[in-house]
């Protein structure tokens, strides 16, 4: 029977982001699958109007093939992921940002079919909600709310929210490669953004993400710190540890330190590739 890693990405991303990670994981003998959650890879519903030369305004009021998608997809969809996967052998289910969400979920949903749970600076939510931490003093250092800049139109009109990453914005540009990848080169960091697609769903999970202590609190899991990310401070990734610690004492995180941007890890994945084999053995 084959271990495999189960790989969910984040805001604004697809399993293409998860490539350099399943190159190396397969390099140090790991079977691995990448998953695209609802409305994302090529269901993503891309518009001419992103193209080159953009046309801003159509941009701004182009229907989102994200208008009212939820967490609970995502589980959904993930969950029949690792139920398949799940019969061919152990999973371990990893992910990055707000992919923690939906890591969450599966372990509230279907703790038997997961043999452990790896968040990679990504949201677990254990007392509040996203928008509670997102306000909270151990997120004060995250860069994203100078970015705000990137995004276009009116969310409630689109109904998700559209980001335009192939903005020519220097000033923009500069301020999301702080909060993103500032240990790359900007040749890494343009690669990045066009990797990202323009729409991300407007729900967060509410208390529907929160881990629940009797079924995700049983599933062995680990935290991959990433200790230079000006996203996901590390203040608030050590608050996700400490609250899942205290709501199941008995199986606490196995913690993971790396020197890391929010996204440096997906460009340069040879560190914490070694930590998730380290993980399977």
């Not at 372990?107 to 306000?135: F, H, I, K, M, Q």
């Not at 000033?171 to 490669?177: H, S, Y």
Request: aromatic share 6%; proline share 5%.
């Amino acid at each position: 029977m084959s271990h495999t890693f189960v790989l969910v990405h984040g805001s604004n991303c697809n399993s293409f982001t998860w490539a350099p990670m399943q190159r190396e994981l397969a390099l140090l003998g790991h079977r691995s699958l990448a998953v695209d959650l609802p409305g994302h890879g090529f269901a993503a519903g891309w518009h001419p109007s992103y193209q080159a030369p953009q046309d801003p305004a159509a941009l701004a009021s182009a229907p989102s093939g994200q208008a009212g998608r939820t967490v609970a997809e995502c589980v959904e969809h993930v969950v029949e992921v690792v139920r398949r996967a799940a019969a061919h052998g152990p999973v371990t289910l990893v992910g990055h940002s707000r992919g923690g969400l939906t890591l969450t979920g599966v372990g509230n949903a279907v703790p038997e079919l997961v043999d452990r749970l790896v968040y990679v600076s990504a949201w677990c939510c254990v007392d509040s909600t996203v928008a509670e931490y997102v306000a909270s003093p151990e997120n004060a250092d995250s860069v994203l709310g100078e970015a705000a800049g990137v995004m276009v139109g009116d969310i409630a009109a689109l109904g998700a929210i559209r980001m335009n990453w192939r903005t020519a914005d220097a000033g923009l540009l500069a301020t999301l490669k702080t909060a993103m990848l500032a240990d790359g080169t900007d040749e890494e960091f343009l690669a990045f953004l066009n990797t990202l697609e323009p729409d991300e769903s407007l729900d967060a999970g509410g208390i529907g993400v929160q881990a629940d202590a009797a079924t995700w609190g049983r599933v062995p899991r680990s935290y991959v710190r990433l200790t230079r990310d000006r996203s996901l401070p590390v203040a608030l990734q050590d608050r996700f540890i400490a609250e899942a610690d205290a709501l199941t004492p008995g199986n606490p995180f196995d913690v993971h330190s790396v020197e890391g941007s929010h996204v440096g890890f997906l460009v340069h994945p040879q560190e914490v590739a070694g930590i998730l084999a380290e993980l399977a053995a």
